[in-house]
């Protein structure tokens, strides 16, 4: 396999961790095209309640339960493919302890694009910008096929080191370790992919896990041209709870600890994920001091470390049975619990015949 250097630009505001890929209505693997693996994905979910919104959802129309409105969606797509280059692999933060350099020998920032098809695509005359509301601030330049074009299964490099004396494959902006959004442009308005992060550390890279799949994780070493590897420093221990789940009648104050050094917590009291492809969501808030619990909470809470694998996310449940047999579907999901668990709709609201039976 023959790869070609190139320099890349990127998208980037600081928020959450996010992707977005463009391809078909239909695909549910993330292989850009619609065909006979995503059929056996919608076969799956049949009839299930729809709602929801991972990227493997087969509710396609989003309404109701997954049925024939959804199927003929797919099937108008039928071999439809999309545009499969993705932002694969990145470093925001590069030193010479990486040991990777660009050709005239700086450890510049880097973007690496995988292209996940089964044709060559010539990126020549795409877009990369570190502002979304830019798509065009730097273009992929056009009439060097040699250098911009990626093979099926390939990686191309892109130097984001705002030095374009270096050579026409080097972008006119660098990265932020602080955070920010990576997007892959096809002209002023198409977004072919396109990525938020947080903050980052020196010479550990953040990118897909696997290869073009919508997982975002941090690797411990970098791998750029080269398939992620998943490779972690550690993983980190789990979190404890001060106070175990069940029922309470009075108020306490909760806290929230692990074993390891260096590890943030964060935690969420809505019964949303603390974090999201190793990175805070944004529900969730930095652990500090102990939570004051004196209503019904479902807490959740998940330690990270960059570069090393986070602990599973915990959950305790604090019942206050006098405001549990009171409570309505509705209160639960203004208070913003999820109105369905695991495909199904939630159910918050105890039988009135149980309450009222004496």
Known sequence: MKI??????????????????????????????????????????WLNTGGCSHPACADL??????????????????????????????????????????????????????????????????????????????????????????????YILIWADEDTSDGSLHADFKLSAGGENIGLFADGGTMIDGITFGGQVSNVSYGRYPDANDNMR????????????????????DVEFSHERGFYETGFNNTIATTTNGADIYYTTDGSEPIVNEQPSLTSTKYSNAIS?????????????TGWMPSPIATHTYLYLDQVVTQTQQQAINAGYPDEWSGYPADYEMDPRNIQSP
């Open 4 to 45: 070609q250097l190139i320099s890349l630009a990127l998208v980037v505001t600081l928020a959450a961790p996010a992707v977005g890929k463009v391809c078909p209505l239909g695909d549910l693997n993330g292989d850009c095209k619609v065909d006979f693996y995503d059929l056996a994905v919608f076969a799956e979910q």
């Open 61 to 154: 129309d989003g309404v109701n339960r997954i049925n024939m409105a959804d199927y003929a969606l797919m099937v108008g797509n039928w071999f439809e493919t999309g545009i499969p280059l993705v932002i694969n692999e990145f470093v925001a933060s590069n030193n010479s302890d990486s040991g990777i350099s660009d050709p005239e020998g700086d450890y510049d920032d880097w973007i690496e694009i995988y292209n996940s098809g089964d044709t060559a695509i010539d990126l020549g005359g795409m877009y990369l910008t570190d502002d979304l509301d830019e798509p065009t601030k730097w273009q992929i330049p056009e009439g060097y096929p040699a250098q911009t074009t990626i093979g099926a299964d390939d």
């Open 218 to 237: 941090f690797f411990a070493t970098p791998t750029p041209l080269a398939d992620n590897n998943g490779t972690y420093f550690g993983s980190v221990e």
């Open 293 to 305: 619990i004196s209503s019904t909470t479902c807490l959740r809470a998940a330690a990270i470390k």
